[in-house]
Every structure is written in C-alpha cells, then in structure tokens.
C-alpha cells in the first residue's frame, strides 16, 4: 500500500495530475449518461436511442484510445494530454453555446465527450512510467481511480439539468475541467525513462502476442462493465423502478462510487496477492451479481445492492488488469494501455447498447444483463486456462517484487 517508500520512488505531482485530469475527463464522459432521463424526455427517445446515445462516448472513447496511446509514445503523455483537453473544453463550449436541441445534436457531443474517454491512454502511462514494478499496482490504481469522476456526474448533472435546464450542465463542466487542465500544465512532467518511440509497423507487432489479445478481452469486461453501467443505470433506475432523474442519479451515484473507490485497492490486492488470482474472483462476483438482477429484484434497494456488489468487483479488476499489463509489457505499456483501454471501452459500448436493445425488443433488460455476465464467465475460464503458462514463462522471469 502507501508508505514512504512508495512516496519515494516516483513522482508524486504527476501522480496526481493524472488522477485529476482522469477524474474529471471521466466526469464529462458519462455526462450524456447522468443526462440521459431529461434529455429522452425532452427529444422523446426510444429505449433503443437512449442506448445508444448513451454508449456512443463509450464507443468514440475506445477507439481514440489507440489513437492516444500512439500520440504517448510518439510525443510523450503530457503532449498527448494537453491536446485532448483542449478538444473536450472547446467542443463543450460550443455545445453550451449553439444549445443542442436534436437527438442528432447529442449524438455529436457525444463524439466531442469521446475525447474525454480517451484520457485513459494518457494518464496512465504518464503515472506508470514514474514508478518501478512493485508499485505498478498501487500507482495505476491511484491514477486509475479517476474514474470517480463519474459519481460527479451522475451526482450533480441531474439536479443542475432540473433547476437550470441540460443545456446549462455543458457551460458549468467546463470550469471543473478548465481547473483540472491548469493543474496538469504547470505540475504534471513526463518521466526520464521514456522508452524510445517506435515505428507503427511495432505497434501492430504487439498485435501479433497472444497475450496482448488476453489483456484486452479481460479488460473489455472489468473496465466495459463499469462504464457501461455507469453510463446506464440512471436510464434502468428510472425505467424499471420509475425513479425520477435526480433519484435515480443518486443510485447511479451510489453504485458507480463503490466500483471507483475500490480500483486503487484491486491494485494493491494484485500486488500482494497476485492479479491473476484477484481477477479471478472478481469475475466469479461480477457474473453472480449480473445473473441476480437479471431476474429484476421486487425491491429497488435489492437491485441497488446486486449493481453496487458487481460495480465493486469490476472496479477492483480493473486495477488488478494494470497491475499485470506493466509486468508483461513494460516497454509496451503505451500503446498497450492504449489497445487494452479500447477493447475495454467497446465492452461498454456492448453493455450499455445492449441493454437499451434488450429493453426495446423484449420489454426488459434481461437479456443484455445475462450476456454480459456470460462473458465475465467466459474470463473466469480463460484466466484459468492461461495462468499456468503465465506463471511459469513471463511470470516466473519477470520483474523482481512484482507478482503475478
């Protein structure tokens, strides 16, 4: 965990730079999310269209990943992030600004909130990249744990749309993400062990490893399982329970916060106790609580409590996947980030689009909530598979007070 040692041996501004920029480019991220149940009021959505509206960031976010992740390893972190946070200011003051009045319109934001998604890529090598292989775990979670950005989100845009209108929750993101780009400029520095860039033609060799296509399925469910349910629970809060927007935020809230604040500790579990045994029983808990509320709870505090178990136990994989991916891909880790980061934001795209088709086509959110769970199974059984040969090639060779 944190101790001197650990304050020691990277740098400890930057750190918190990433965290900061992570934070609250995950908040704007999810926005159209929080958003969702007044704005589908307000155009007259169809399940289908909420869904999609919703998952669109998700989708644009993964793909910029890769784009990201080059941009790390070509330029550096700090380059890499400066340049996306003017994107996601810039286009939310001129969405703020033109007053966006069509499902088109969001659908367009929602391509602008992408670039927020895309963070990911950045933020996390930037801390990586400062910390020796012992800490990786601990390091990554901190910066990871950005994701709590999303209770913001889902915690206040709600009850700014109803006093003052959605349109209005544009203009007011930007000062929180103008304050987090300050902070980044002037504390946040790449580090001196930088790997040197490498030609494309490398970055599609890392392709060709098995264990990179591992990583990215593995993170398509811990990290594709948190967004997409961040992104969706105030539409299924309000849909199937008829809890009005800001409510049903605050449940949206309440279950994205425990899947957040959990990611530092997956991190640290993954260091002490190995990250392949520590996904392994995430996976197992995510699947039984998805399986659970499939069959739609009487009681909405017993959904609450099923989607706050599962958002615990993908929040804890996702930084029990970073506390692995540093180890196997240690000169790697930008463009890996980056890959691994798209796969797990298409997994959300799966979750979150999935889940507003199960509800047009057959009345309930079953079905999309069962074949998500069917995949965190499909990772149980392929970790299982593969952690023999881990521990026993790269594992067993690695680096020293790392563990696998």
């Given at each position: 965990?944190?101790n001197?040692d650990?304050?020691k041996?990277?740098?400890?501004?930057?750190?918190l730079?990433a965290?900061l920029?992570?934070?609250m480019?995950?908040m704007?991220?999810?926005?159209l999310?929080a958003?969702?149940v007044?704005?589908s009021?307000?155009l007259a959505l169809?399940?289908?269209q909420k869904g999609?509206?919703v998952?669109?960031?998700?989708?644009?976010?993964?793909l910029l990943?890769v784009?990201?992740?080059?941009?790390?390893?070509?330029?550096?972190p700090?380059?890499?992030?400066i340049?996306?946070q003017?994107?996601?200011i810039?286009?939310?003051?001129v969405a703020w600004t033109m007053?966006?009045?069509t499902y088109?319109?969001?659908?367009?934001?929602?391509?602008v909130l992408g670039?927020?998604?895309?963070?990911?890529?950045v933020?996390?090598?930037?801390?990586s990249?400062w910390?020796?292989?012992?800490?990786?775990?601990?390091a990554?979670?901190?910066?990871?744990a950005?994701?709590?950005?999303?209770v913001?989100a889902?915690l206040?845009a709600?009850g700014?749309?109803?006093?003052l209108?959605?349109?209005?929750?544009?203009?007011?993101a930007?000062?929180?993400l103008?304050v987090?780009?300050?902070v980044?400029l002037?504390?946040?520095?790449?580090?001196?062990?930088?790997?040197p860039a490498?030609k494309?033609s490398e970055?599609l060799d890392?392709?060709r490893m098995?264990?990179?296509w591992w990583?990215m399925?593995?993170?398509a469910v811990?990290?594709?399982?948190?967004?997409g349910l961040?992104?969706?629970?105030?539409i299924y809060f309000n849909?199937?329970?008829?809890?009005?927007?800001?409510t049903?935020?605050y449940?949206?809230?309440t279950c994205v916060?425990?899947?957040?604040?959990v990611r530092?500790?997956?991190?640290?579990l993954a260091?002490?106790?190995g990250?392949i045994?520590?996904l392994?029983?995430?996976?197992?808990?995510?699947?039984?609580?998805?399986?659970i509320?499939?069959?739609?709870?009487?009681?909405?505090?017993?959904?609450l409590g099923?989607?706050a178990?599962g958002?615990?136990?993908?929040?804890?994989?996702n930084?029990?996947?970073?506390?692995?991916?540093p180890q196997r891909?240690?000169?790697e880790?930008g463009v890996?980030t980056?890959?691994?980061?798209?796969t797990?934001?298409?997994?959300?795209f799966f979750?979150?689009?999935s889940?507003?088709?199960?509800?047009?086509?057959?009345g309930t959110?079953?079905?999309?909530?069962?074949?998500?769970a069917s995949?965190?199974?499909l990772?149980?059984v392929?970790i299982?598979?593969?952690?023999?040969?881990w521990?026993t090639?790269w594992g067993?060779?690695g680096v020293a007070?790392?563990r696998?």
């Open positions: 965990m944190i001197r650990f304050l041996a990277g740098h400890l501004p930057t750190l730079s965290f920029y992570f934070d480019s995950f704007v991220w999810v926005l999310g958003l969702a007044q704005i009021a307000d169809s399940p289908a999609f509206m998952a669109l960031p998700v989708l644009v976010g993964a990943r784009v990201f992740g080059v941009l790390v390893d070509k330029f550096g700090r380059r890499a992030g340049i996306g003017c994107i996601v810039g286009g939310l003051l007053r966006i009045d088109q319109g969001t659908l367009a934001l929602g391509v670039v927020a998604g895309a963070s990911f890529a933020a996390l090598p930037l801390a990249r910390y020796p292989p012992q800490y990786q775990g601990i990554l979670g901190i910066a990871g950005g994701n709590s950005g999303t913001f889902s206040f709600p700014i749309a109803k006093a209108g959605w349109n209005a929750v544009l203009g007011i930007v000062v929180p103008s987090a780009f300050l980044y002037f504390a946040a520095k790449d580090s001196p062990n930088k790997p490498k494309l970055f890392v392709l098995r264990d990179a990583f399925f593995f993170y811990t990290f594709g399982g948190f967004v961040a992104s969706s629970l105030a849909a199937d329970y008829g809890l009005d927007a800001v049903a935020g449940f949206t809230a916060f425990c899947g957040s604040l530092p500790i997956g991190g640290a260091d002490r106790l990250g045994k520590t392994s029983v995430m996976y197992g808990c995510a699947a039984l609580a998805l399986v509320v499939s069959f739609h709870p009487s009681s909405v505090y017993a959904a099923l989607f178990f958002m615990l136990a993908f929040g804890m994989g930084g029990s996947v970073f506390q692995l991916v891909f240690r000169h880790i890996m980056g890959l691994v980061g798209m797990g934001g298409v997994g959300g979750l979150a689009s889940l507003g088709l199960s509800k047009q086509l057959t959110y079953q079905a999309g909530l069962l074949g998500f995949l965190a199974v990772a149980l392929g299982s598979v593969i952690k023999q040969r521990r090639t067993a060779v007070g790392a696998i």
